[in-house]
């Protein structure tokens, strides 16, 4: 099922994208990956749960070079099963 554009911008004007920036709730370093991945993994899975209609978006754009969209698809498939 195709994602439209009002869709994705609308889940995109009603995210707090300062959450995922320095200084926000969802924002980590490296150190913090580091010392505590699974809590990093919950915030990877946050701002990708947010982004994922915009990939979905670009991977059925047909003038995206098909080596692309299969890269997008197959990032998306893993962060799918890592962000359930």
């Known amino acids: ?6 869709e994705i911008n609308q889940q995109i004007d009603s995210t707090d994208l300062t959450q995922f920036q320095e ?3 969802h924002h980590f370093t ?3 990956a580091a010392a505590n991945p699974g809590n990093v993994l919950q915030k ?9 209609p915009i990939l ?15 890269a ?7 962060m799918n099963k890592l962000c359930p």
């Open 1 to 6: 099922m195709k994602t439209t554009f009002e």
């Open 23 to 25: 200084g926000g709730v």
């Open 30 to 32: 490296a150190e913090a």
């Open 44 to 52: 990877v899975c946050g701002i990708y749960n947010v982004i994922k």
């Open 56 to 70: 979905k978006g670009i991977s059925d754009f047909p003038l995206i070079p098909g080596k692309w969209r299969a």
């Open 72 to 78: 997008i698809t197959a990032f998306m498939g893993l």
